[in-house]
T-cell receptor, first 112, second 109 residues
Framework: NAGVTQTPKFRVLKTGQSMTLLCAQD?????MYWYRQDPGMGLRLIHY???????AKGEVPDGYNVSRLKKQNFLLGLESAAPSQTSVYFC???????????FGPGTRLTVT | TQLLEQSPQFLSIQEGENLTVYCNSS?????LQWYRQEPGEGPVLLVT?????EVKKLKRLTFQFGDARKDSSLHITAAQPGDTGLYLC?????????FGTGTRLTIIP
């Protein structure tokens, strides 16, 4: 069991470039989440999914898009990266809503 | 304004000492979770508390949920270097899980 995996681990983008972060889980969880973690701000929810084919906005969704085409995968896209999106991004999954969440190791993104 | 306030923000103590960190809000939670996050890794769930006044123990860690379900504390007895990390509380409020900003704990050998 790999749990929750994220790729890539690190990425540097120039302003205006696009990229996709991939999250995969092998625990057959229905719920998946994308968070960003910034110093002094805690973990903030970007988008989440309550099942395959569904997505919903979280606390800070602007500038991001997501897709959940397969139950085990949750993709986070940045269409036009901005320096304000420099952060550490975590994916998480859970069996029930707000139940124990299992986190991936994170992706450190820098936008210059 | 943070919905969940954690205190202290930073704590550095000697190995073997006891410590308590807190998680407070003006809102009532349906449940509260504590996570520990080590550098370069994602948070890992330690415990979930659901009932007001509930106390749960995990080896040297004792978690308490306030009677009114608005606050929680984490007490560590005889702290060890392996306890070093960022401790996050997370509360189920309405339809989502809200995280506090964390207490960064350092245990000095």
């Amino acid at each position: 069991n790999a749990g929750v995996t994220q790729t890539p681990k690190f990425r540097v983008l120039k302003t205006g470039q696009s990229m996709t972060l991939l999250c995969a889980q092998d625990m057959n969880h229905e719920y998946m989440y994308w968070y960003r973690q910034d110093p002094g701000m805690g973990l903030r929810l970007i988008h989440y999914s309550v099942g395959e084919g569904t997505t919903a906005k979280g606390e800070v969704p602007d500038g991001y898009n997501v897709s959940r085409l397969k139950k085990q995968n949750f993709l986070l896209g940045l269409e036009s990266a901005a320096p304000s999106q420099t952060s550490v991004y975590f994916c998480a999954s859970s069996y029930y809503n707000y139940y124990e969440q299992y986190f991936g190791p994170g992706t450190r993104l820098t936008v210059t | 304004t943070q919905l969940l306030e954690q205190s202290p923000q930073f704590l550095s103590i000697q190995e073997g000492e006891n410590l308590t960190v807190y998680c407070n809000s003006s809102s009532v939670f349906s449940s509260l979770q504590w996570y520990r996050q080590e550098p370069g890794e994602g948070p890992v769930l330690l415990v979930t508390v659901v009932t007001g006044g509930e106390v749960k123990k995990l080896k040297r860690l004792t978690f308490q949920f306030g009677d009114a379900r608005k606050d929680s504390s984490l007490h560590i007895t005889a702290a060890q270097p392996g306890d070093t990390g960022l401790y996050l509380c997370a509360a189920a409020l309405g339809e989502k899980l809200t995280f506090g900003t964390g207490t960064r704990l350092t245990i000095i050998p």
